[in-house]
């Protein structure tokens, strides 16, 4: 079994920053790829930022140069820096996380939700 555990969401005023984590924990595997999601009612679940195995990462065009995907390879753990927030960044943000001979969606963490309003 593996668990992803997302924490760090909130309400921020527009402008503001919030830093979420992203723990796994359980039969750890080698890590593929790992990525942040994020889903608003209504709406499809959107790639927000993701990054492989050998560091190379990729942004949405909306939150390029505002976030960053970093991780703590011995702690299993990533982190979504979100600066610059707007309204329209409101949403859940789940993590998603591919293990080499794990499932072939990933594994999903339960969500966070991140506020921006004044």
């Known amino acids: 079994q593996v668990q992803l555990v997302e924490s760090g969401g909130g309400l921020v005023q527009p402008g503001g920053s919030l830093r979420l984590s992203c723990a796994a924990s359980?039969?750890?595997?080698?890590?593929?790829?790992m990525g942040w999601y994020r889903q608003t009612p209504g709406k499809q679940r959107e790639l927000v930022a993701a990054i492989t195995r050998g560091g190379r990462t990729n942004y949405a065009d909306s939150v390029k140069g505002r976030f960053t995907i970093s991780r703590d390879n011995p702690k299993n753990t990533w982190y979504l820096q979100m600066n610059s927030l707007k309204p329209e960044d409101t949403a859940v943000y789940y993590c998603?996380?591919?293990?080499?001979?794990?499932?072939?969606?990933?594994?999903w963490g339960q969500g966070t939700q991140v506020t921006v309003s004044s």
């Open positions: 998603n996380v591919h293990l080499a001979g794990g499932r072939a969606d990933g594994y």
């Open positions: 359980g039969r750890i595997s080698l890590v593929l790829d």
